[in-house]
């Protein structure tokens, strides 16, 4: 599952998806579930939070996934196992990227003209198709790892 979620992903991303879309569409296809509603609810996290220099779009689209499959369905339910895969994501992500800030990741404001002539033109999308493969990854090996302990418990 991890190695076609990576593949997936980058197919994605080059075919003109954003980050959040395709990670969560990524792992969700990886895992056998289809929806009308992916990759059109992760297309606000895309671009820092809507271009706004928040969390990068590959982040927000890792937990997306991890809640998809980790989540939990009514208030009776705990929380902590979400909770802590995320955690681990967000921890990985910035240990292996330097953060989970998509301006600190591409270095520029994509909100201003500026910011995007600076993406366009220094082509900063091959860093958010490896953040987006990479986000992917990690994604898809916590949600694989936290299935395999539920499963066994």
């Known amino acids: 599952m ?23 569409l990524a792992i969700a296809e990886a ?5 009308d509603l992916l ?17 990068c779009g590959a982040v927000s689209g890792g937990i997306m996934a991890i809640g998809l499959f980790i989540g939990r369905n009514s208030p ?6 979400a909770y802590g895969t995320v955690q681990r994501f967000l921890d990985q992500f910035a ?15 994509l909100g201003t003209d500026e ?12 860093k958010c198709r490896h953040f ?3 986000g992917a990854e990690i994604a898809a ?3 694989e790892e936290r299935l395999s302990q539920l499963s066994a418990s």
């Open 95 to 109: 240990e292996r990227f330097g953060s989970t800030n998509c301006r600190d990741l591409i270095g520029c404001d």
């Open 115 to 126: 910011g995007h002539n600076y993406f366009e033109t220094n082509n900063l999308i091959e």
């Open 39 to 55: 990759p059109k609810i992760a297309t606000g996290f895309c671009g820092g939070v809507s271009r706004t220099c928040g969390m």
């Open 132 to 134: 987006t493969e990479g």
């Open 76 to 81: 009776a339910e705990s929380q902590m196992p």
């Open 2 to 24: 991890i190695d076609k979620a990576i593949r997936r992903s980058g197919e994605l991303f080059q075919s003109g998806l954003y980050c959040a879309e395709s990670v969560l």
């Open 31 to 35: 895992k056998g579930i289809e929806s």
């Open 141 to 143: 090996s916590l949600i």
